[in-house]
């Protein structure tokens, strides 16, 4: 947290944050385009950060998989049931998956704004490509959701709290308009019922009165 913010408060004093025509970025204010050190501050607010966890995060998760597979194995010499597991279910777990997940949606994510920017370095036109530019504004702004639906939506117990909750409240809203739409049943069946009664009620004295 303190780096980041060393470097964003470094910039808005020297006058750098500003407004740059959305040429790497999308519709947002960055370093400002015609700044004479613009690439450099570029660099120190982002790209730099970005070149580094495309080479770090793959790097990170394939050493926590080797770790995970060698205390698994070694869990397995004194678990001799996990052993005779079929691998299918002892090493393609969903946490498996979600780390090999990871960082190929971070990198499909991220690397349109990285495209842009080496585009801009190559003083290319095409950076301004409305698919690329679109591309780049999901990407950015798209990392929660899916890590969402990735680390909620994609696992058993949350999902299954989810549907239970959503079923719950699904059950109390029709039970609220069963009872909103039988009151009014009721009432009405109430005034028929009274209405027939008296109808009986003068159709008897008439006769009495014949």
């Known amino acids: 947290w303190g780096v980041p913010l060393i470097i964003t408060v470094t910039a808005v004093c020297l006058n750098k944050i500003g407004y740059d025509a959305s040429e790497v970025s999308v519709g947002w204010c960055w370093v400002r385009i015609h700044a004479p050190d613009r690439v450099l501050w570029m660099l120190l607010t982002g790209k730099i950060w970005e070149f580094l966890a495309y080479l770090t995060l793959p790097v990170l998760y394939i050493l926590i998989k080797r770790h995970i597979h060698k205390a698994h194995m070694a869990l397995s010499e004194y678990r001799p049931i996990l052993a005779n597991r079929p691998p299918s279910q002892s090493f393609s777990s969903m946490a498996d998956v979600k780390l090999t997940l990871i960082p190929i949606i971070f990198i499909v994510l991220r690397i349109w704004s990285t495209v842009r920017f080496i585009l801009l370095l190559a003083d290319s036109p095409v950076?301004?490509?409305?698919?690329?530019?679109?591309?780049?504004?999901?990407?950015?702004?798209?990392?929660?959701a899916a890590n969402c639906v990735m680390f909620v939506l994609f696992t058993q117990p949350i999902?299954?709290?989810?549907?239970?909750?959503?079923?719950?409240?699904?059950?109390?809203?029709?039970?609220?308009?069963?009872?909103?739409?039988?009151?009014?049943?009721?009432?009405?069946?109430?005034?028929?019922?009274?209405?027939?009664?008296?109808?009986?009620?003068?159709?008897?004295?008439?006769?009495?009165?014949?």
């Open 127 to 144: 950076r301004q490509n409305p698919v690329l530019v679109t591309l780049h504004g999901i990407g950015n702004t798209s990392q929660g």
């Open 159 to 210: 999902r299954s709290r989810l549907c239970t909750a959503l079923c719950c409240c699904c059950s109390k809203c029709r039970a609220e308009a069963q009872r909103s739409d039988g009151t009014p049943q009721r009432h009405q069946a109430r005034q028929d019922s009274s209405t027939q009664r008296e109808e009986e009620d003068d159709t008897s004295r008439v006769q009495t009165d014949r």
